[in-house]
């Protein structure tokens, strides 16, 4: 067989089908002609190859390394390289703001992409509602695809609890059924056994033969050995979403470029999440951006960090959780023709990464997971932002006032009774008790007239 080498996915999609015959129809035979298969082709990216043999029972979805044969139907070429995360909406009056949201919709429609990503506690519960005012109700459902995912942390009763909530999604979003359905923040230790203990995975397969879900998988924030583990133990898995930017890859606390050689040795098509980290690497520091700017003057320092994600291969999707229109418009200007990193860019990101190392800041994306359960109703990435101001910039009276303001909503960092609560669900494992109580010394003092 001559050897087959293709381009990179981000610039020309396709599907490879190969049809062979087995004649002998012995396993081991056919094991031998698939692999024969696989060395001629060249995985610089992921694709689906479909095996097509002589026997009907035979033919299977060929995906990669040690996941054996099974059926695997996730298109990544018709997978846009930008998602839309529902997760940041705009806001307006306290409330999010739905004008906006269905503008920011129709935008994002319109420019040919068409995947939304949402969850049952985004947004403090609301955003599969508003999905369903800003996109189910407005489109039509082949238009696009949406996603949503079941929180383990949240199935109190559960298996009544999973069955609970999953019922409420359907409902929420009046979607009829998801393409994609993930658990939600798979991690190491009483999180994932959750959702082994609750039957989630055979649950799940039974979900997609009632044709309430197309797809199934998991979002992340583990150890690359239970993301292993988990990819081995379960061939039914069809796509992971994981935090990737390149902040975080050499993170000791979130792995991403270890993460990311495990889904490679699956062949694993994969989804991102947090390519911009909550939004602070929408700046980079004067240096850098000055460095950024001279390269490419009319791009943002956002889409560098969207363009890091979307030009690694195996990469389905990129979602961005924006938050207002002109963040839309920045994102779709990246995507619309979307060029990988070349090698003097990636110069510049690596650059980028070193100086990142050296910063003092608390690296909380303000997911919020860590507010709802908080039983002091601390606002704890708020606390963060304030200490943030004083840790990079060492404005204490700036940082005192803007923490001043927000005590008239949130408890105060000295409030924590250290429960453990918000570490529990913290995507980031940051050592939230120990930083809310550094806030407290330096923030529940008088502001300097």
Not at 14 to 28: M, P, R, S
Not at 148 to 176: C, S, V
Not at 426 to 433: G, N, R, T
Request: negative net charge; contains cysteine; aromatic residues 10%.
């Amino acid at each position: 067989m001559k050897k087959l080498v293709f381009p990179d996915h981000s610039a020309t999609p396709f599907v490879i089908i190969i049809f062979y015959q087995n004649t002998t129809g012995n396993g081991k035979s056919q094991r031998k002609i698939l692999t024969k298969i696989k060395k001629t082709i060249d995985f610089q990216v992921y694709f689906n190859a479909t095996i097509f043999s002589n026997n009907t029972e035979e033919t299977k979805v060929f995906c990669g390394k040690e996941r054996g044969y099974f059926n695997m139907s996730v298109d990544v070429t018709k997978m846009p390289k930008l998602g839309f995360g529902m997760m940041r909406l705009p806001e307006k009056d306290g409330e999010l703001d739905l004008e906006q949201i269905c503008k920011m919709v129709d935008a994002y429609l319109a420019s040919g992409m068409n995947y939304f990503d949402t969850a049952y506690m985004y947004c403090g519960g609301k955003s599969e509602s508003i999905v369903k005012k800003a996109l189910v109700e407005r489109h039509p459902r082949e238009s696009f695809t949406l996603t949503t995912k079941l929180p383990q942390w949240m199935m109190d009763e559960g298996i009544e609890g999973r069955d609970r909530i999953f019922n409420d999604q359907l409902a929420r979003t009046g979607a009829g059924y998801f393409d994609y359905y993930l658990l939600h923040s798979v991690e190491d230790g009483a999180n994932y056994d959750g959702y082994v203990k609750y039957d989630c995975f055979n649950w799940a397969k039974k979900k997609k033969e009632e044709g309430l879900i197309k797809h199934f998988g998991f979002s992340f924030h583990g150890t690359p050995e239970l993301l292993d583990k988990i990819l081995s133990e379960h061939p039914e898995v069809e796509i992971v979403q994981i935090q990737m930017n390149y902040a975080d890859w050499d993170n000791p606390l979130i792995q991403s470029g270890r993460l990311y050689e495990v889904l490679r040795k699956y062949d694993m098509p994969f989804l991102v999440m947090e390519p911009v980290k909550g939004g602070s690497l929408a700046s980079a520091g004067k240096e850098i951006e000055a460095e950024m700017k001279r390269v490419h003057p009319d791009a943002s320092i956002a889409s560098w960090a969207l363009r890091f994600a979307a030009s690694l291969p195996g990469v389905a999707t990129v979602l961005s959780g924006m938050s207002n229109e002109e963040q839309m418009e920045d994102n779709i200007k990246t995507f619309r023709n979307f060029v990988p990193l070349n090698e003097e860019e990636k110069a510049v990101i690596a650059k980028a990464q070193e100086a990142l190392k050296k910063s003092p800041a608390v690296p909380c994306t303000a997911c919020r997971y860590c507010c709802d359960g908080c039983p002091m109703g601390i606002a704890i990435p708020d606390v963060f932002k304030a200490l943030n101001t004083i840790r990079l910039y060492g404005e204490e009276d700036r940082a005192k006032n803007y923490y001043k303001k927000l005590l008239e909503t949130s408890g105060k960092a000295e409030d924590c009774v250290q429960c453990g609560q918000c570490e529990s669900v913290c995507p980031q494992h940051l050592p939230i008790i120990d930083l809310l109580k550094e806030a407290s010394e330096k923030l529940d003092v008088p502001v300097t007239e």
